[in-house]
């Protein structure tokens, strides 16, 4: 029962109408489907330059969050840095859940709260 439950929520995620793949990907990481999280998030790439500052660091974080639950750590790094480098110069960006889940990130990857660069 509780297997039923999870694949019918990630295919809620996924399959969740007309919304764009960032939001679709964001839904599917909140239910654990990470692949297709990222699946969706790699998809919604090209929108980038459309997007406001808000919407690039949450989207930054949440496809840095899927690589990482997706045990990659090489390719969570640079987008969890951008969101992180977005957050820092501007704290409105994230709401108090996605910053928490940003610093959690940050010192997942082996960095403290205020540091930067590639260790």
Known sequence: MTRRFIVL?????????CE?????GVEAYNAGCYPEA???LVASEADLPDMSARQRTRYALYRGLAHLALDDV?????????SKAM?????????PKDAGRLLSAWQALG??????GMR
Do not use: F, T
């Open 74 to 82: 090489r390719a969570a790094h640079p987008w969890i840095q951008y």
């Open 111 to 116: 960095h403290e709260r205020g540091e930067w």
């Open 9 to 17: 929520a990630c295919m809620c995620a996924v399959l969740g109408g």
């Open 38 to 40: 990222a699946s969706q």
């Open 20 to 24: 764009a793949p960032m939001a679709r």
């Open 87 to 95: 957050w820092d110069s501007n704290r409105w960006l994230l709401d």
